[in-house]
């Protein structure tokens, strides 16, 4: 081949291999989701409209009965945690604990709860020294039972349970005082003011 003609080969293909690259970078350092939205008044991710939380009756880690109907009037607080996780989870449970405690007196209209995502090791001993560890006993309440229970309030808030090939999703979910989610947070970007900010927005809502 004539040696000009395999310069002009070799250059094209150079050139198209920099325009490759240049659209995976630029596909790579795009945002996967839109910006937030500046009208809103939340600071967390926006929930559809009438997304109902799941009910449920279960029990919690001193053996009490729970259910999602009777903390409707309170704007609820759901994390979804298991007892043995030593990172994500108590994470969780301190953003929890610093969110009730920056509302003040309005943290006695609010609930703050923690689904259990790991049965059968999720037991009532185990979420008793979790919560005592965390110093939220008395502020959050565990709730436990076998993953056939459990398997329609994961459903109904959209989380995988923790299993051996991953892990579960670290997210606190806010749900109003009529029961529907509203506003959601991942763990690894939540900061307790925020939340509160968000607690209080539902709790002006409900009047």
Do not use: K
């Not at 979420?127 to 959050?140: D, I, K, P, S, Y």
């Not at 109003?176 to 900061?191: C, E, I, N």
């Amino acid at each position: 081949m004539n040696p000009r003609l395999r310069l002009v080969g070799a250059l094209a293909a150079a050139l198209a291999l920099v325009a490759v690259t240049a659209i995976a970078v630029a596909a790579r350092s795009s945002p996967t989701q839109p910006p937030p939205d500046s009208a809103s008044p939340f600071r967390g991710s926006l929930m559809p409209r009438g997304f109902t939380a799941p009910d449920f009756s279960l029990r919690d880690e001193q053996g009490t009965p729970i259910s999602m109907r009777e903390l409707r009037g309170r704007v609820v607080l759901v994390a979804f945690l298991y007892t043995t996780c030593e990172e994500s989870c108590p994470l969780e449970a301190q953003q929890v604990r610093l969110a009730l405690e920056a509302l003040g007196d309005d943290a006695d209209r609010v609930a703050a709860i923690g689904v259990a995502v790991d049965p059968p090791r999720d037991t009532p001993e185990r979420a008793r020294r979790f919560l005592l560890e965390q110093r939220v006993t008395g502020l959050m309440r565990f709730v436990l039972g076998s993953a056939a229970e459990l398997a329609p309030v994961w459903r109904g808030f959209a989380v995988s349970p923790q299993t051996e090939e991953s892990e579960h999703q670290a997210r606190i979910t806010v749900v109003d005082t009529r029961g529907d989610q509203r506003v959601g947070f991942q763990a690894s970007r939540a900061q307790p003011e925020d939340i509160a900010h968000d607690v209080r927005v539902l709790l002006r809502e409900a009047g």
